[in-house]
């Protein structure tokens, strides 16, 4: 089962997979991605991991040079050719190549990249007894709704974590929640679900609107809703939401326990139904 790796149209191997040192992308961070992944070898809610894809595009005036079924055949032959099971896909499309200046000339050819990868699967032991999280200052852009490559906020809030020995970092923004640095935010108060509204301060996750679906067929209350840094240690319960860690019940946050510092009732059985859908699809 070998790693894919697929560039301007071509698969190719690791070592002949180049891309020019004026590759904006590389200079700029001007360009987009997506991270998807496969259950047993089915690609997991790809329409809306390239709804998002293209709607990133957009908002860079980024003109995207593959239809969406263009799209969806190469990352298909793709997953194919890897014969992994659990697999995780990386898309990503630069402006392309052109000498250094910060407006970008016309007529200039995207750069697209995708590999394909093993997926290890998120920790079940973790899963099961939850992970620590810290909070810190967002740093980003005011577009965080594009999944753009300018991810050097994420990557310090990410490091923090890690230094701090912890899995995940939640951003907070002029006093408010907005989300980890690869995940969105939910904790639970008195029964109802809730996580901050989609807005230009976060990433409309793929994750984040399965899991309003699924609470609100479980018939659960759910508030989109802004929410003061300082209530998230008063919350029954927290978890974070995400391609690669799918619904990871928070125990911890700041090193104060959440409630009873164990995984809630509401998360797990939101847990458990996640995890019937993402078998089943
Ligand atoms: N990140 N918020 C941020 C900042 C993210 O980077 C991600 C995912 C999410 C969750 O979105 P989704 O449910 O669509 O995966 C939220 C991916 C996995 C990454 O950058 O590796």
């Not at 055949?73 to 099971?85: D, R, V």
């Not at 407006?103 to 939850?130: E, H, R």
């Not at 309003?212 to 927290?238: F, H, T």
């Amino acid at each position: 089962m070998p790693d894919i790796y697929f560039l301007n149209g071509q698969f190719v191997s690791l070592e002949n997979a180049r891309v020019s040192i004026n590759d904006r992308g590389f200079q700029f961070g001007d360009g987009i991605y997506e991270v998807i992944r496969t259950y047993h070898g089915r690609i997991f809610h790809l329409d809306e991991h390239l709804k998002r894809f293209e709607k990133s595009a957009r908002e860079i005036d980024l003109p995207l040079p593959f239809s969406r079924p263009e799209m969806k055949k190469a990352i298909e032959e793709a997953c194919l050719k890897s014969g992994y099971p659990m697999a995780k896909i990386y898309v990503q499309m630069t402006r392309g190549e052109a000498e250094r200046s910060h407006a970008f000339p016309a007529g200039i050819k995207p750069t697209f990249i995708m590999t394909v990868l093993k997926l290890s699967p998120f920790s079940p032991a973790l899963k099961a007894s939850g992970i620590e999280m810290i909070t810190t200052e967002d740093l980003r852009w005011g577009r965080c709704d594009i999944k753009s490559l300018n991810l050097l906020p994420n990557v310090l809030a990410q490091q923090k974590a890690k230094k701090a020995g912890v899995y995940e970092a939640l951003m907070v923004r002029n006093g408010k929640v907005t989300e980890g640095s690869i995940s969105n935010f939910f904790m639970v108060k008195n029964e109802a679900v809730a996580t901050p509204p989609l807005s230009a301060f976060i990433l409309p996750g793929v994750t984040r609107d399965l899991v309003l679906d699924i609470a609100r067929s479980l018939k659960m209350k759910v508030i989109e809703e802004d929410i003061p840094a300082e209530e998230i240690y008063r919350a029954d319960e927290v978890f974070l939401s995400g391609t690669t860690i799918e619904i990871a019940p928070v125990i911890k946050i700041d090193g104060k326990p959440i409630s009873n510092g164990r995984p809630g009732a509401i998360t797990q059985t939101l847990m458990k139904e996640f995890e019937a859908i993402a078998l089943r699809e």
